[in-house]
């Protein structure tokens, strides 16, 4: 099968080098799809889940988005081609709120192996708005309190945050 080809491909690429990687593939849920990928996620200890934007009808791309939302285990999604993984530019999407010692050293166990670069996004909504000195500030202490290598700033104003994200990303 295809997927499971691209799946084994992944698993044995540079990225995972000395990490032990269990397949779930062929988990068949009965009843709710996104109740079953989150109940099986909640009951092992995985440590990153990656899954598909888009299959046979079209939905996994909300799948994915829901399941992450609903879990603290970090989501790599996968576009359909997926070119040789080495990424140069990292988007942290950002509300510099919830931004841990720890989440920055998990970033940079994948960035500082490709000698990645990183643009912190924060979202300025009209219904979550702050001033430019006040994310500066919280830029500045982050990078001052973690001192975290190579990070650029975007500030953007849009509607929602999706857009945003859309728009920055293309």
């Known amino acids: 099968d295809d997927t499971e ?14 990490v032990k990687i269990t397949s779930s593939y062929s988990l068949v849920f009965e009843g709710d799809v996104v109740e079953g990928i989150i109940e099986e996620i909640n009951r092992q200890d995985y440590g990153l889940i ?11 791309e909300a799948l994915a988005e829901i399941v992450a ?6 989501i790599i999604t996968c576009k359909e081609s997926l070119p040789a993984f080495a990424p140069k530019n990292i988007l ?6 919830n931004i841990t010692r720890g989440f ?22 009209h219904k979550h ?20 290598p190579n990070i650029d700033l975007i500030v953007h104003n849009d509607y929602s945050i999706k857009e945003a994200v859309l728009d920055v990303s293309m």
């Open 129 to 148: 708005f702050k001033s430019t000195k006040e994310i500066k500030s919280d830029y500045n202490r982050v990078k001052r309190n973690f001192e975290f």
């Open 92 to 97: 942290v999407c950002t509300d510099f709120q």
């Open 69 to 74: 939302r609903h879990t603290v285990t970090p």
């Open 50 to 60: 990656v899954m598909g934007t888009a299959g046979e009808d079209q939905k996994e």
């Open 104 to 125: 920055l050293k998990r970033l940079d166990s994948i960035g500082s192996k490709y000698g990645a670069k990183y643009t912190f996004l924060y979202v300025n909504t």
């Open 5 to 18: 080809a691209k799946l084994k491909a992944l698993s044995e690429s540079d990225i995972f080098e000395g």
